[in-house]
């Protein structure tokens, strides 16, 4: 007889049984890469778990899975929910794997409810260099040109990868990709916040309304390698020295950044040396910025600050200073009705909801411009993401699969 109540022990042996299969020892982390035989059993799991409860499933062009209850054709409109399968190496069990085990909980305990499950294919972008594939091939985003050069590690390209999972670059088109947008209510996305904002509040979920945007950063400081013995203090043009400040001002940036808009990070990621030897004052200092912020405007004014800190540094230690952005992607706020409707779901069940955004890109980001799209995001215990210690209480993730068939449930 089946239970239509949502069940915290169905999710949590669900997730258990997916972080059952990893390339690697568990122990160690969870590794599942895309196409990859533990990513394959952890989909067919999925897909033999929807098959069991009547349902019908199926693969798209991209490789991304599909399942519709017995009784909602595949011409019919439907909500939209779930998310990834794949890790990062070493990852966690939550990440990506929360959203999909609440979308088989609906298909269990929501029979009637016109909703299909979808797992992503590649969105960590670890086996073949872009993240998001399956989602970005589904929206079109990527020229089909594009596609074709992408090879895993093996060298392997996307299509025989993905052959034996649905993956067909010919059928990879508006006309053709047989699963056309225009036909869901919506897309709703659970995910684990990978951050600690409602750990540290003590809540279990929270509505994303924006998914952050992103300016990305190359340049360098040059200055002159020479000898570190026999240069005086006053006479040295150290680039390493130039970057330093420049690293530790933009540290300061970042925190004025935020105070402005919550949310908003800045991150110098990469410091490259050059020659880095001990007794050589460094004569090139080259690093990467990544500047994420949930608002247009500050990710402009914030570019402007970050520029004349450069020039500065650079002027005042006369160093020659230079800097490009080689990635600007605008802030994506999420459909605001939807966002409402998840809000107005989470008071008729007793359960807070704040705002957050995503300093994280989604599958549901990527789709976002072609339908109604939302994302709850579950306290993640002390924000640890891409990690083993990943961790999220059960009952925070059955109250976020309570919210989201509140939230279906008006139809």
């Known amino acids: 007889m089946r239970n239509f109540e949502i069940s915290e022990e169905r999710l949590i042996d669900d997730i258990g049984a997916i972080a059952g299969w990893s390339e690697s020892d568990p122990a160690s982390g969870y ?31 991209a490789g991304n899975l599909h399942a519709r209850p017995a009784g ?23 990440d990506g794997v929360v959203g999909v085990v609440i979308a088989l909980e609906l298909l269990r305990t929501q029979p009637e409810a016109p909703v299909e499950l979808v797992v992503f294919a590649e969105e960590e972008g670890t086996t073949l260099g872009i993240a998001m594939l399956g989602s970005r091939a589904w929206a079109g985003t990527l020229p ?29 088109g508006p006309e053709s990709f047989g699963f056309p947008l225009d036909r869901y209510k919506g897309l709703i996305e659970v995910h684990v916040e990978q951050g600690a904002g409602l750990w540290k509040k003590g809540l279990p979920a929270a509505v994303v309304t ?31 020295a130039g970057a330093a400040e420049f690293v530790l001002g933009l540290e300061a940036l970042g925190k004025e950044f935020d105070a402005l808009r919550s949310g908003s990070v800045l991150t110098t990621g990469a410091l490259t040396i050059v020659p880095n030897a001990v007794n050589v004052i460094p004569g090139k200092a080259d690093f990467m910025l990544d500047f994420r912020s949930p608002s247009n405007e500050l990710l402009a004014s914030g570019d402007r600050s970050i520029r004349r800190l450069l020039s500065s540094i650079g002027g005042k230690r006369g160093l020659e ?28 069940l ?7 955004s995503s300093g994280a890109l989604h599958d549901s980001a990527i789709l976002a411009p072609c339908l109604p799209t939302a994302m709850l995001f579950v306290a993640s215990k002390d924000g640890i993401s891409h990690n083993p210690a990943e961790f999220s209480r059960p009952e925070d993730i059955a109250a976020a699969a309570r919210i989201v068939v509140a939230a279906i449930a008006r139809g």
């Open 31 to 61: 590794d599942r890469p895309t196409f990859s035989s533990s990513w394959a059993s952890a989909r067919e799991y999925v897909a033999d778990e929807a098959r069991r409860l009547g349902c019908s499933v199926k693969a798209d062009p």
């Open 72 to 94: 909602l054709s595949w011409d019919e409109p439907a909500w939209l929910c779930g998310s990834h399968i794949d890790t990062v190496p070493s990852g966690g069990k939550y």
């Open 144 to 172: 089909a040109e594009q596609i074709k050069t992408l090879r895993n590690r093996a060298g392997i390209d996307f299509a025989g990868a993905g052959a034996a999972f649905g993956v067909a670059l010919d059928k990879i």
């Open 210 to 240: 924006t998914v952050n945007g992103r300016r990305q950063y190359s340049g360098g400081f040059r200055g002159v390698a020479n000898h570190a013995g026999s240069t005086a203090m006053a006479d040295r043009l150290d680039a390493l």
């Open 321 to 348: 200073a230079g800097m490009e952005c080689f990635e600007n992607l605008p802030a994506l706020p999420f459909d605001p009705e939807l966002c409402d409707r998840l809000r107005q779901a989470g008071a008729k």
């Open 350 to 356: 007793g359960i807070p909801l704040p705002d957050a």
